[in-house]
């Protein structure tokens, strides 16, 4: 496709169910990236993929979340036994470009 | 490690009053430098971007310079509109860190022009 696209746009789940949330990168992308954004704050780094490298999982907060991309494809975060505090937008963004990222419309997440 | 501060918001002004939303870094070497934008209910944006010291990134009437003598990439425009209301990030990509290319940001400034 022409950008980064994630799906789904809206998740509303009950506390303590899973998701699932998928990234498909532009095509050709080597590098993919998940941030989150709680209300109100700014971008926090979870997850990178370069290539066929071992990612960077630095910045997952909690061994409940968990990420996976089959290599230069798609991806999806799962996140389980979700928590309130897990409610956020999800953005993933891909990169072919050592400088340069785009990003998806996000994902909003609200756990209830 | 990197990190990008930029100024707390909200920043409110009045149509056609001059922005100007601070930002400083900390990074080794020569990192690039970019703002993204973030209107309401969209994604994240590309605003723009400068790779090297002295450069100016430009787009939609913003600016920024790259001042590696002040580590600082402050956005500014002349003249705001109401459609420029947005969250507005300050990000950084180092020449080598960990994560490869790993983008860092800033807090974001929340910008809300009236009429």
């Known amino acids: 496709g022409a950008g980064v696209s994630q799906s789904p746009s809206n998740k509303v789940t009950e506390k303590g169910k899973d998701v699932e949330l998928r990234c498909d990168p532009i095509?050709?992308?080597?590098?993919l990236y998940w941030y989150r954004q709680r209300l109100g704050q700014g971008l926090e780094f979870l997850i990178y993929?370069?290539?066929?490298?071992?990612?960077?999982k630095s910045g997952l907060p909690s061994d409940r979340f968990s990420a996976e991309r089959t290599g230069e494809s798609v991806s999806t975060l799962t996140i389980q036994r979700t928590q309130q505090e897990d409610s956020a937008v999800y953005l993933c963004a891909s990169s072919s470009d050592k400088r340069l990222a785009f990003f998806g419309q996000g994902t909003r997440l609200t756990v209830v | 490690g990197d990190s990008v501060t930029q100024m707390e918001g909200p920043v409110t002004l009045s149509e056609e009053a001059f922005l100007t939303i601070n930002c400083t870094y900390t990074?080794?070497?020569?990192?690039?430098l970019f703002w993204y934008v973030q209107y309401p209910g969209e994604g994240l944006q590309l605003l723009l971007k400068a790779t090297k010291a002295d450069d100016k990134g430009s787009n939609k009437g913003f600016e920024a310079t790259y001042r590696k003598e002040t580590t600082s990439f402050h956005l500014e425009k002349g003249s705001v509109q109401v459609s420029d209301s947005a969250v507005y990030f300050c990000a950084l990509r180092g020449a080598n860190n960990n994560a490869g290319n790993m983008l860092t940001f800033g807090g974001g400034t929340r910008l809300m022009v009236k009429p």
């Open positions: 990074a080794t070497g020569y990192p690039s």
């Open positions: 993929f370069q290539g066929n490298s071992a990612p960077d």
């Open positions: 095509s050709g992308h080597t590098a």
